[in-house]
T-cell receptor, first 114, second 115 residues
Framework: NAGVTQTPKFQVLKTGQSMTLQCAQD?????MSWYRQDPGMGLRLIHY???????DQGEVPNGYNVSRSTTEDFPLRLLSAAPSQTSVYFC?????????????FGSGTQLSVL | GNSVTQMEGPVTLSEEAFLTINCTYT??????LFWYVQYPGEGLQLLLK?????DKGSNKGFEATYRKETTSFHLEKGSVQVSDSAVYFC??????????????FGQGTTLQVKP
């Protein structure tokens, strides 16, 4: 059971380059989200999706785009990378709310922008 | 808006010591509260949760009680092991269906347990 799979695990970019962080889940979860983790700031929500074709902004969406064409995939795009986007990125998914709510996280992508 | 505040780390303990990591929150109504743990090089995993006031979440010897009167959800363990060394995150999910699948995290507390 793969769970939430993120690729790549590490990436180095130059300022201005673009790239896509991939995220896929095989649990048929409706909800998917992207977080960034920075020292002393915990995890902050970038974008999230409540189902295929539906996305919305989180706390820190600037500089990032997302789309959700299938239930399984939720890629995060950096159109023009900036040093401020150096961070560890986590994708997460969940099947809903209520007492059974639980987020499943990928293992992360460590991104450095030079 | 909703927010979570955790005690500053790192916390360094000897094996079998008692652990407390403080967590307080600001939110309207009765949010759901969570503790997640991140082991080195891995993603976050749910450790325990509580969805209403006075509930106690527990798992792997860890406990936390949802205290509405003090807006707190402190994490405790009676006897830590070296294998508990990790980063611990307190988190909340706000009230309402629009918050489903979205968590607000504290800044994380690093725990190091020495033999």
């Amino acid at each position: 059971n793969a769970g939430v799979t993120q690729t790549p695990k590490f990436q180095v970019l130059k300022t201005g380059q673009s790239m896509t962080l991939q995220c896929a889940q095989d649990m048929n979860h409706e909800y998917m989200s992207w977080y960034r983790q920075d020292p002393g700031m915990g995890l902050r929500l970038i974008h999230y999706s409540v189902g295929a074709g539906i996305t919305d902004q989180g706390e820190v969406p600037n500089g990032y785009n997302v789309s959700r064409s299938t239930t399984e995939d939720f890629p995060l795009r950096l159109l023009s990378a900036a040093p401020s986007q150096t961070s560890v990125y986590f994708c997460a998914s969940s099947y809903g709310g209520g007492d059974n709510e639980k987020l499943f996280f990928g293992s992360g992508t460590q991104l450095s922008v030079l | 808006g909703n927010s979570v505040t955790q005690m500053e780390g790192p916390v360094t303990l000897s094996e079998e010591a008692f652990l407390t990591i403080n967590c307080t929150y600001t939110a309207t109504g009765y949010p759901s509260l969570f503790w997640y743990v991140q082991y080195p090089g891995e993603g976050l995993q749910l450790l325990l949760k509580a969805t209403k006031a006075d509930d106690k979440g527990s798992n792997k010897g860890f406990e936390a009680t949802y205290r509405k009167e003090t807006t707190s959800f402190h994490l405790e363990k009676g006897s830590v092991q070296v294998s508990d060394s990790a980063v611990y995150f307190c988190a909340l999910r706000g009230v309402g269906s629009s918050n489903t699948g979205k968590l607000i995290f504290g800044q994380g507390t690093t725990l190091q347990v020495k033999p």
